[in-house]
């Protein structure tokens, strides 16, 4: 081979190795991993989100069997249980009777009924949600008792009714017979032989409405609690929309977190949570049926439900509602500085103000029993306080104090008698005339 030919065989190799590296070049493609977009806020849980018959529950229960004899509880499994009953019961033909009704008081408690009480009103709307309404269309109302007729049953139907004591209305609705037999011939008839039932006794108080109270002492334990902190953090991406823009600030009462118009503080002194955007403003538009499902969802979203949270109270006109913490067995928790309560006021379109506690009850530490007097020495007591006047007492009920050790972490329960007198919850305690203001005014 002579040295021309072997330079044109290199020659030829390299071309080739030229071609084929372009080629590869032109049609190489690049293996990239897909990227998700990522959301613009975190999602935040504080807590566990929580169904709507969870929050708004029933308070108190009583059966009415003659004028003389009653039977209540607060026991929240005896309350669940007839609530789980009548979720399954299918209510026809809403019709409203409310002219048909002289004295709503009397009408709600007659001997042959049950009622289920509710601290404040609630919107049929809302609770449809928990119950099956069959009508497609009804009324929109709101009750705050439903009661069950157990003596007036007809062979295919029964009647149960959605009261508004507050408003003077009431709803009668129709379900089978069968539903209202099952329940008459079970949990009513045998009431008196459960321990979660006791004897109770009427009263007359603000605007002929009556009241139902224990009629003996009531045995009831304190408990303490390991106070247990919740991460601020969490809601600085749980309330503001853009925290990457929010501010920290320490100050000697806790910490302040802001975006230059919302202001979040957290009160380490006194443990509470205050949150208030100016934005949302203080529109008094009406939406006051979406109202409480707005302020559920509203917790919900963050999960803000950390302990036993009810629906106590709503205020249309303000646009706010009020949650209140509940001891497992069914009493409310009362404190001096609202750490048992959870407070909302909206605007029209968005959260105004948001107060709550910054922890949640841990570890049970210790529980002592102990006897509260009967309904009937309260109500002596009450009336021997000087100015006292029964036209402005709206209600009267065993619940619990909140107290927080300064110097540690625990929290005390402890067991008292409470009454609601001119739109305030004050506790009764005989070594102040008048009690002692709890709750909001």
């Known amino acids: 081979m002579t040295y021309e030919n072997f330079k044109s065989i290199i020659l030829t190799v390299l071309v080739c190795i030229s071609i084929l590296l372009t080629w590869s070049i ?54 669940d249980r007839l609530l789980n009953d009548i979720s399954k019961w299918n209510f026809t033909s809403i019709e409203d009777v409310s002219d048909q009704v002289k004295n709503f008081s009397t009408f709600v408690h007659n001997p042959g009924n049950a009622v289920i009480h509710f601290s404040d009103s609630v919107p049929m709307e809302l609770y449809r949600t928990i119950i099956d309404v069959k009508d497609k269309d009804f009324p929109n109302f709101f009750f705050d008792r439903i009661v069950i007729d157990v003596e007036n049953i007809q062979k295919e139907q029964g009647y149960v009714y959605f009261v508004s004591e507050k408003e003077r209305r009431a709803y009668k609705s129709h379900v089978a017979s069968s539903f209202v037999n099952n329940f008459k011939n079970g949990l009513y008839k045998n009431a008196e032989f459960s321990p979660n039932f006791a004897d109770y006794f009427s009263y007359r108080a603000a605007n002929e409405t009556l009241l139902f109270l224990p009629a003996g002492e009531t045995d009831i334990s304190s408990y303490q609690y390991l106070l247990n902190p919740l991460d601020s953090e969490k809601f600085k991406f749980a309330l503001f929309k853009d925290p990457g823009v929010v501010q920290r600030n320490y100050q000697p009462w806790g910490e302040e977190y802001t975006n230059g118009s919302s202001l979040l503080r957290i009160y380490q002194d006194k443990n509470i949570l205050s949150y208030v955007n100016p934005v949302g403003g203080n529109d008094t538009g009406d939406f006051s049926k979406s109202l409480l499902k707005r302020s559920i969802d509203f917790v919900n979203e963050h999960g803000g439900w950390t302990d036993n949270y009810r629906y106590v109270e709503m205020d249309e006109a303000k646009h706010k509602v009020l949650f209140r913490l509940y001891d497992s067995k069914g009493y409310p928790i009362f404190s001096e500085n609202n750490i048992s309560e959870i407070s909302q006021t909206w605007g029209q379109n968005e959260i105004n103000e948001y107060i709550r506690s910054n922890f949640y009850l841990g570890l049970q530490m210790e529980a002592t029993s102990t006897i509260l007097r009967s309904g009937q020495q309260v109500m002596e007591y009450l009336e021997s306080l000087k100015g006292f006047d029964r036209e402005k007492l709206q209600d009267v009920v065993i619940g619990y104090t909140m107290t927080k050790d300064p110097q540690t972490r625990v929290i005390y329960l402890e067991p008292s008698w409470y009454y609601q007198y001119d739109h305030s919850w004050k506790q009764v305690t005989e070594d102040e005339p008048g009690g002692r203001n709890r709750g909001l005014e």
């Open 26 to 79: 032109w049609t190489y493609q690049p293996s990239y991993e897909f990227l998700e977009k990522p959301d613009t806020v975190q999602e935040v849980s504080i807590g566990p989100k929580k169904d709507v018959k969870k929050i708004v529950k029933p308070d108190r229960m009583f059966f009415h069997y003659t004028k003389d004899k009653h039977l209540g509880t607060v026991d929240t499994g005896e309350i």
